[in-house]
Structure formats: C-alpha cells, structure tokens
C-alpha cells in the first residue's frame, strides 16, 4: 500500500520560513520522479518544483530562488524548503510521486502566509 504523508504545514507570517517533508513508503523511493504540487482555494492544482531520480531539479518561476526541493534516498523522504513566504504562497501543499504509468499523491498540508 502506498502511502505518502505530508507534514510541516502551518501558519506563519510574510517573510517566514518553513520546511514541508514527505514520508514516502510502498513504493521504490529512487525510482519515482518526486514533486511537490500546491492548490490555492479556487485555482488549479500547480507543479510548484520537482526532482528526479538523479537529483535535477526544476521549479515554478513563482518560487525559484526562495524554495528547495530535496530528497533523502536513505529515509524516503522528501522535502521543500520555503523561505521567504509570501501571502499569495498559501495553498494546500501535496507531495506527488511518480513512475509511469503510476502516480501517487498525499493527503495534502495547509500553508498559510498571513500577516
């Protein structure tokens, strides 16, 4: 069974930083292209960044210079590091694994940038 399971999300003030992580289990961890997706109440789902299986990273314009993806092979979890939030960065945060023609995705956590 596959699970991924988000953590970290919360509530914090413009500027603020913090780390979402991604406890990945039932799947082959290295094999699988890992991202992390965002939804914002009345938007489409978004590809916020991901890393592939050798490490390469790629992410929204949006974030670029202030999130970091990462993964650690040895735990099968994955992270993102936000620094820098800003209020239009709230959304609910998934954690998405994939290995085609599989896609699996977490349950989703709250991030919310308020002053």
């Known amino acids: 069974q596959v699970q991924l399971v988000e953590s970290g999300g919360g509530l914090v003030q413009p500027g603020e930083s913090l780390r979402l992580s991604c406890a990945a289990s039932g799947i082959i961890f290295r094999l699988n292209v890992m991202a992390w997706y965002r939804q914002a109440p009345g938007k489409q789902r978004e590809l916020v960044a991901l890393?592939?299986?050798?490490?390469?990273?790629n992410y929204a314009d949006s974030v670029k210079g202030r999130f970091t993806i990462s993964r650690e092979q040895e735990t099968n979890t994955l992270y993102l590091q936000m620094n820098r939030l800003k209020p239009e960065d709230t959304a609910v945060y998934y954690c998405?694994?994939?290995?085609?023609?599989?896609?699996?995705w977490g349950q989703g956590t709250q991030v919310t940038v308020s002053s």
């Open positions: 890393i592939t299986t050798g490490g390469s990273t």
């Open positions: 998405n694994a994939a290995r085609p023609p599989h896609m699996f």
